[in-house]
């Protein structure tokens, strides 16, 4: 699937996404699927805190009912995407961020 992708550098982490050095570290991704939009937040799962904030700032928007995964945000039409609320939570978790919380994860994983 193609889709718009936003990523960490290799210049930045050069060891790649899942210890693949040729892969950067996605951030954020857009994709078109037949029935709806995806936006795809990484950050958004490694943060409980900002998933709520995600969570509430969705309904008090009064978009509709959210559909989200684990990292996957869909959206069911272009005339209801929330550009601003999208925008807060690209500021909210900054590719820094999100790289940092990344590095936590993949020590941990390999503590055990």
């Known amino acids: 699937m193609k889709m718009i992708g936003y990523l960490v550098s290799l210049k930045i982490y ?15 991704n857009i994709a078109f699927h037949k029935n709806f939009i995806a ?12 998933l709520d904030w995600f969570t509430t700032a969705y309904d008090e928007a ?12 869909r959206l069911s039409t272009v005339d209801k995407l929330p550009f601003t609320l999208i925008g807060e939570l ?4 900054t590719p820094d961020d999100w790289l940092a919380s990344y ?10």
């Not at 693949?20 to 954020?28: G, K, L, Q, S």
């Not at 690209?90 to 978790?93: P, Q």
């Open 62 to 73: 009064g978009i509709g009912k959210l559909d989200i995964g684990k990292s996957c945000i």
């Open 103 to 112: 590095k936590v994860q993949v020590s941990n994983r390999y503590k055990r």
């Open 90 to 93: 690209v500021y909210k978790r």
């Open 14 to 28: 050069s060891k790649g996404y899942l210890a693949r050095r040729e892969m950067p570290m996605p951030y954020i």
């Open 39 to 50: 936006l795809y937040h990484l950050g958004i799962s490694a943060d409980k805190s900002l």
